[in-house]
């Protein structure tokens, strides 16, 4: 008889847990197809590089509908916490359909260090469902660093050449005083750098330990990667020579010789 009553009184508890009232529907604001569309300027740079000494840079936001004054909130987030200072809001005056404001790196911000960071409008400053070619929200990467040109010259890649027929190609090498490295960017491809130490009295290059990435994808070879080994310096010749590892599923033997040969030395201040 028990047992009865405990079932029956599990069975009521369970249909008033069943019959209580879900929490209250909260409709979002509504949109108003006539109104602000507030948007970032697709003039606004999304990947900067900002100099050692600059700590500032400036995003542009603008509105389809400026006949009044208006303030608009900013939505900002950044996966490192107090990277960025970003204003609250925005102010647009009466008939200014477009301003800029300022963003300054944070107490957090560190150099030689990429961030991401969003920011974002409100939807109800938004068409968010009309299709356009604006956007309420943009996305930016930041990164400061000291790395400024240093020389120029030709770049003789004879793995290149090997393997694509593409021998050469004019090159900038550029240098950071603050960790006294060279780098030639976008070497092989977009996004491909290399790095590497230079003792300008013996003439001796010094790569890191296990700097290899990866350089492209070849039909014929697969994915090849690039491990800088050591170098040299001929100053007569102004011809700098690094020897590349060259790794697909394995590697390709001995090292390709990198030749840079230099035209030209940029003043430095």
């Not at 593409?166 to 006294?180: G, H, K, R």
């Amino acid at each position: 008889m028990k047992k009865h009553i405990i079932l029956l009184a599990l069975a009521v508890t369970s249909v008033f847990a069943a019959c209580e009232k879900p929490a209250p529907y909260e409709p979002g604001a509504p949109m108003d197809l006539n109104g602000q569309n507030v948007y970032f300027s697709n003039y606004n740079l999304i990947d900067l590089v900002l100099p050692s000494d600059v700590n500032t840079f400036e995003v542009a936001l603008c509105r389809e509908d400026a006949t009044e004054a208006v303030t608009v909130p900013l939505i900002a987030s950044c996966g490192a916490e107090g990277a960025f200072v970003v204003p609250e809001s925005v102010e647009f005056a009466a008939g200014v359909d477009s301003v800029a404001f300022t963003i300054s790196a944070g107490e957090n911000f560190e150099m030689f260090k990429e961030y991401t960071l969003s920011i974002s409008v409100p939807e109800e400053f938004t068409h968010a469902y009309k299709p356009q070619e604006v956007s309420p929200r943009t996305m930016i990467t930041v990164l400061q660093e000291d790395f400024v040109p240093f020389a120029k010259g030709m770049y003789f890649c004879s793995f290149c050449n090997y393997a694509a027929g593409w021998p050469a190609w004019e090159q900038v090498l550029e240098y950071s005083a603050i960790t006294d490295t060279y780098r030639f960017s976008n070497l092989w491809r977009p996004g491909t750098s290399m790095t590497f130490q230079w003792n300008r009295e013996t003439n001796e290059v010094i790569v890191p330990e296990e700097t290899g990435f990866p350089i492209g994808l070849n039909a014929g070879y697969g994915l090849i990667s690039a491990y800088p080994l050591d170098g040299e310096y001929d100053a007569e010749s102004q011809t700098l020579v690094i020897n590349v590892d060259m790794v697909d599923s394995s590697s390709w033997g001995d090292p390709f010789p990198q030749i840079y040969q230099i035209s030209e030395f940029f003043t430095q201040e």
